[in-house]
């Protein structure tokens, strides 16, 4: 067996052969060449012509033509470049010769080579390529010396299939270089098996680190490994060891001169020069003007160098860009002809201009004039005089342009629409300032829904109420008049009512409560704690709002009713919603206040028992549920509200502001109930709820005589529709869909 054995084996630049101090610019004697290999600063022949020890090139003579090395002499330079350099890669190779003198397994080198650039200007280029040869080699990279920081192994093996060029493992492996790497160790695994394979070919176990385009594999570099050492390994340069912002700062050091300018390596392992544009030459020595004239391919008539550019120009009595690819140059015309076209050039803007700005005047008026129109057409005017008669009238809204409120619903899409009634679409819109706002676009109206527009923006400007839908403001300058409101996020009770899981609602019992009381001190603020009274005439589920902490907020007020202070009746056309319509309003035409009260009373029968106010199937099974969560004293009293609600006879009914009360009273004992409980149970806090144990079962806690009332108020709304569907029927009504809007 003959091997040629490699122990600790490290190419560094770390050597001590000298120790150079930085020269600030290469003297006027340096040879620029060695042999055929031009050497640019900040390289340099000769200590006294490199920018450091780094740098030094040592050029030497007994080649022909001489070569040049680096470190004193150990790293053959093969070509220098703006940014890197290519040396002579060095072999690392094991030859064994023999049949069967490697046993299976062995390891027959375990030891570290590579090659190191710490604390040097230089670091392996990613443009190179690690190369294993050999037959069943195993190569193992790492970045330190001594450690485990492992990269992919490259494995070769030898087999029938090998073939020049080709290095996918057999006979050749090869593993890519990381950016910025500074030092580059090889751990010899060894063979991984006995293989006589190896013997025909008397191959060696070679690693190179070569540029990958350079080297391709040739299937007698297994046994002849003397030219493997031939190929470049390229690496990148740098100077100094610090980024273009900190070496500028210090200007005796700073490597680049006059007319150039820094950028950072690639690695960010110091900084390079380069000229500016219109310079050129070394930058590191300073770059000189390029005179573009002297270029015979640049396309100029008249052609003037300057200080780093370089413009085009005109012989004299002539004009134009002096580009030959451009206007050119072209002969001045006749003054008088000059001054001729002139006058007809300006005098034919004048009069566009002119003509232009008529136009655009002409088209303002019109508009303005349509918008005045849209206004009177929308009952401006007459919202101004309602608002002026009213004691105490402020018009505090405000007042939007059509462009704002076409630009905050995105057109009017349909994607935007948040529901559709009687008298109009609502829009989502978002202003300008991000609000979300709710946008009321009526119908085309005629003279009697104009008066219901008006009418509800002159009570909500009236109304200050946190559970009434605030109106924002309104605009009637466009063809349709628009109202904007607070934006209520959560849909309406009737929604949430008919949202079913099983038998129940999602909403609770507490919030069904909470809800009522909200809607109820609504309505008697409307009606006795304003200065004038507001009958709201429209009380429906479909009508009361909820925000995302489910607070009721009363909505619509189209068809609403001023009530003179020294009258207790209006007598109007009958307008409502089928199956919330007060049969005495319905018989007689005479609203009062009371009509809303009988209205409000079908909403807490709904709250009661989660239906619609007209259905043809009923279930009981609202009872069971309302039971098991709420408080069977107050299901009964809020029952016995409804029913006072429902009295055929208006007078009999309770005011709204006594229901207001009567609810928020319940609401008190529930939370009485609660603290009570609470505090028989030693429970640290006032609203922790009730263990499930405490409450009764429907079976065990409740007396006949209260399934028989429960019962009964759930026919409360049955009987409401039908005393309703039988007036109508008087009236020649015909036929109606539930929760429609209709007019006698």
């Not at 593993?175 to 006995?194: D, T, V, W």
Request: hydrophobic content about 35%.
């Amino acid at each position: 067996m003959a091997s040629m054995a490699i122990g600790f084996f490290v190419v560094t630049f770390l050597l001590q052969y000298l120790l150079l101090a930085s020269v600030d610019a290469k003297p006027s004697h340096c040879q620029s060449k060695c042999g055929n290999i031009t050497i640019p600063y900040p390289f340099g022949i000769g200590e006294e012509c490199s920018i450091d020890k780094w740098f030094t090139v040592y050029c030497n003579t007994t080649f022909h033509p001489p070569k040049p090395f680096l470190a004193g002499g150990e790293v053959e330079l093969i070509e220098v470049s703006q940014y890197e350099i290519r040396i002579k890669t060095y072999v690392f190779s094991s030859c064994n010769i023999g049949k069967n003198t490697i046993t299976f397994n062995q390891n027959y080198m375990s030891t570290f080579v590579g090659v190191v650039f710490e604390e040097t200007p230089f670091t392996l280029s990613s443009k190179n390529m690690l190369i294993v040869l050999g037959c069943n080699t195993v190569v193992r990279p790492t970045r330190s010396f001594g450690t485990s920081d492992y990269m992919s192994a490259c494995v070769s093996t030898c087999g029938d299939g090998m073939k020049n060029g080709l290095c996918f493992g057999n006979g050749c492996c090869e593993n890519s270089i990381p950016q910025g790497l500074k030092a580059f160790y090889i751990e010899k695994i060894g063979r991984i098996q006995n293989y006589d394979y190896i013997t025909s070919l008397q191959a060696c176990d070679s690693t190179i680190i070569v540029e990958k385009e350079k080297y391709s594999f040739n299937v007698s570099d297994l046994s002849d490994i003397s030219s493997l050492g031939n190929n470049p390994m390229v690496l990148n340069w740098a100077v100094g060891n610090q980024s273009c912002q900190n070496a500028e700062r210090e200007r005796k050091t700073f490597a680049c001169k006059v007319n150039s300018h820094c950028y950072d390596s690639v690695d960010g392992n110091g900084y390079l020069c380069d000229c500016t544009n219109g310079f050129e030459g070394n930058p590191y020595l300073g770059c000189k003007d390029i005179d573009e004239c002297k270029d015979p391919h640049k396309q100029c008539r008249t052609c003037t160098n300057t200080e780093g550019n370089y413009t085009c120009s005109c012989p004299h009595g002539s004009f134009g860009d002096g580009t030959k690819d451009g206007t050119g140059c072209q002969k001045k015309p006749n003054i008088l002809g000059l001054q001729l076209s002139l006058g007809l050039v300006l005098g034919f803007m004048f009069l566009l201009v002119g003509s232009s700005w008529l136009c655009l005047i002409t088209k303002k008026r019109k508009l303005l004039k349509l918008k005045q129109k849209f206004f009177q057409q929308n009952g401006g005017l007459l919202l101004k005089q309602q608002i002026s008669s009213l004691k105490g009238g402020t018009e505090s809204s405000k007042i939007f342009t059509g462009e704002e409120l076409k630009l905050a619903t995105n057109n009017y899409d349909q994607h935007r629409i948040l529901g559709q009634g009687g008298y109009g679409t609502v829009y989502k819109g978002i202003l300008p300032d991000l609000t979300i706002v709710a946008i009321k676009k009526s119908k085309i109206i005629d003279g009697s829904q104009l008066g219901q527009f008006i009418n509800e923006i002159i009570i909500l400007t009236q109304i200050s109420h946190r559970n009434i839908v605030k109106l924002l403001g309104c605009c009637l300058e466009t063809e349709l008049p628009l109202l904007v409101y607070e934006f209520v996020s959560n849909g309406s009770l009737s929604q949430h009512l008919q949202k079913k899981s099983g038998a129940m609602s999602y909403l609770c019992w507490e919030d069904r409560l909470r809800i009522a009381a909200e809607t109820a001190g609504a309505l008697s603020y409307l009606h006795s704690a304003h200065s004038i009274p507001i009958i709201h005439r429209d009380v429906k589920s479909a009508n009361i709002l909820l925000d995302n902490n489910y607070t009721a907020k009363v909505a619509d007020f189209g068809i609403s009713r001023l009530t003179p202070l020294d009258e207790t009746h209006i007598n109007t056309l009958v307008q409502g919603t089928f199956g919330y319509l007060d049969p005495e309003y319905l018989r007689t035409s005479q609203l009062t206040e009371k009509s809303d009260v009988y209205s409000f009373g079908v909403v807490l029968v709904e709250l009661l028992t989660g239906e619609k106010p007209v259905s043809f199937e009923r279930s009981e099974a609202w009872l069971l549920g309302i039971l098991n969560e709420g408080n069977e004293e107050q299901v009964q009293a809020v029952a016995e509200v409804a029913n006072r609600c429902l009295n055929l006879k208006g007078e009999e009914r309770p005011s709204m502001k006594e229901v207001a009360a009567e609810l928020e009273r319940l609401r008190g004992f529930k939370r009485h109930t609660l603290v009570q409980q609470s505090n028989e149970e030693i429970m640290t806090s006032e609203f922790e709820q009730v263990e499930l144990s405490t409450i009764p079962s429907v079976e065990e806690g409740m007396s006949d005589g209260l399934i028989e009332q429960a019962t009964m108020r759930a026919n409360l709304i049955h009987m409401s529709s039908s005393v309703i569907q039988d007036i109508s029927c008087q009236y020649a009504i015909g036929e109606s869909t539930p929760e429609e809007n209709f007019t006698f």
